[in-house]
């Protein structure tokens, strides 16, 4: 899709060129609910996926906006039916070359210890999976060093969309010891967000 603001044309991001970090904008939760507060969190979103100037979307009629955002949506749409496909069993990014391994029982238990413990400091699905690739894809030529997470993490951010969820997708599917891991966080997750509305949740003393 292409959208034109004051004479320029844009041209939005196929399904290819969307990042595991684009990704996460779409899932970043709810939308508010005032007006203009939504529309600025519109822009934001789409400043982000097409690289357009913040002011210069703002300049765009609330129509062409919403256009945009519909069509990225359903682009992230047909990449969720994708997540059924088998992942690539290899994939270069940034000159190195990261290999999805069939088996993850196979892997040292020096990679899983540092995906568990940085498993549980991450609060969002974004980081989870990129912690995922990172700790769990070895990379062609490359010692595992566990001092380099952080960069990794970053890097794994900026994979294919499609990339990184078939692959983390796949680790689900076929690997118990993963999938038990990512069910524990996200309980684990879902005790932190009743534990914040706790004060909220305790009834009100009688005057």
Request: overall charge negative.
């Amino acid at each position: 899709m292409k959208l034109t603001v004051n004479g320029h044309t844009y041209r939005l991001k196929g399904i290819d060129e969307l990042t595991l970090a684009d990704w996460g904008l779409f899932h970043s939760g709810p939308w508010p609910e005032d007006k203009a507060e939504a529309f600025e969190h519109m822009v934001g979103i789409l400043s982000r996926v097409t690289t357009i100037p913040r002011g210069t979307l703002r300049k765009c009629n609330v129509r062409d906006l919403e256009g945009a955002v519909a069509s990225i949506g359903e682009t992230l749409t047909k990449g969720g039916e994708a997540l059924s496909q088998e992942p690539p069993k290899e994939w270069t990014h940034k000159g190195r070359r990261y290999i999805v391994p069939h088996d993850l029982e196979d892997l040292s238990f020096e990679r899983w210890q540092a995906f568990t413990s940085i498993l549980f400091g991450i609060d969002n699905e974004v980081d989870a999976y990129a912690a995922a690739i990172a700790c769990l894809c070895p990379i062609d030529g490359e010692e595992f060093d566990a001092g380099k997470l952080g960069d990794r993490i970053e890097d794994a951010k900026g994979l294919p969309m499609l990339n990184a969820l078939t692959c983390a997708a796949f680790f689900f599917a076929s690997s118990e010891r993963f999938r038990t891991s990512i069910e524990g966080w996200s309980l684990s997750m879902l005790r932190k967000s009743v534990q914040s509305l706790g004060p909220m949740l305790k009834p009100s003393a009688r005057a």
